[in-house]
């Protein structure tokens, strides 16, 4: 029960919510120090974005305050790979942001992973080396299964 409780429990603080992830990741999902190395980079970088979109730190309030499309257009339109700006990514467009991101990190897309739910992004889907297939929909679920890749099905 008091398992139960401290997982209800809301923090009171960003750094207080974002310990509360990584015990949770670490004990819970049982991942791998590389995992949460990757997991720590990445909310580093989407805080830091969130910042500068922002003007100002953010904090629990704007993390609740934020819808989906916020995060997703802002990011799109915003990101050095999206160049010139656009609002939508697809097929080799998609691939060419990708490989423009892993370069910039130092990474090969054969070491990424990559989920979709839609054969537009096969391309990047093909370029990766742990390609998911999330909800997918006809077309992909089938391209993803005769090629063996994993397939999510919704919920």
């Known amino acids: ?11 009171s603080s960003l750094p207080a ?31 830091a974005f969130l910042d500068e979109h922002l003007d100002a730190a953010t904090d629990l309030t704007a993390l609740a305050a934020l819808r989906q499309s916020d995060a997703r257009h802002r ?23 990708a490989q423009k991101l892993a370069e910039a990190r130092g990474v090969k897309l054969a070491d990424c992973a990559f989920y979709s739910d839609h054969v537009a992004d096969l391309p990047l889907l093909e370029a990766v080396g742990r390609p998911f297939a999330v909800g997918p929909h006809a077309p992909l679920a089938a391209i993803a ?11």
Do not use: Q
Request: one cysteine or more; proline letters at 8%; glycine letters at 6%.
């Open 145 to 155: 299964r005769a090629r063996g890749w994993t397939v999510v099905p919704h919920g």
């Open 17 to 47: 919510a974002l310990d509360a992830w990584r015990d949770w990741l670490t004990s819970e999902k049982r991942c791998a120090a590389h995992t949460l190395e990757s997991y720590n980079r990445d909310i580093g970088d989407f805080l």
């Open 75 to 97: 990011a799109i339109l915003s990101h050095p790979c999206n160049n010139p700006p656009m609002s939508i990514l697809e097929g080799p467009l998609k691939l060419a942001a």
């Open 1 to 11: 029960m008091a398992r139960s409780a401290e997982l209800n429990a809301r923090p």
